[in-house]
């Protein structure tokens, strides 16, 4: 079911304001974190509408957890990342979703600790946006 107030299941103007679409998967829609302070940083929404991973069916969730599973995979080839932090909040979304974060040793912001979730730090060019995702579409 479509809930118009979610950025998720709604998309449009909510999702713009944070994320670019890439592609869906069996149970899931990547979308590209518009902040990329780490690249390659991106969400796996849930396809439905749930609240909470326990919400889904055995099955479902099985293949949720596997379009998490095949966006980090595609994370670590093409970023080459020190380790993906994952995240699974939704104090104030409740909308099931990961946030797949790349670390880097490198990154002297974060490395080490939580990463944030909006810092504001690095946003793309249009061109730059376009190249990232036509990238992660061909590896995905």
């Known amino acids: 079911m479509l809930h118009e107030d979610c950025s998720y299941c709604a998309e449009g103007a909510l999702l713009d304001a944070f994320g670019i679409k890439i592609c869906e998967l069996p149970m899931s829609k990547v979308i590209l974190f ?31 957890m596997e379009d998490v599973n095949r966006t980090a995979e595609c994370i670590h080839r093409l970023f080459r990342p020190d380790k993906i932090n994952f995240g699974a909040y939704g104090d104030t979304m409740h909308h099931l979703h990961f946030h797949l974060v790349p670390k880097y040793r490198d990154d002297e912001f974060e490395w080490g600790g939580v990463f944030a979730m909006n810092p504001g730090r690095k946003t793309l060019t249009a061109e730059e946006y376009d190249e990232l995702i036509r990238l992660i579409r061909e590896n995905i």
């Open 34 to 64: 518009k902040e990329q302070s780490h690249r390659g940083r991106m969400i796996v929404a849930c396809k439905k509408h749930v609240d909470d991973i326990t919400d889904l069916s055995k099955e479902d969730r099985i293949q949720f």
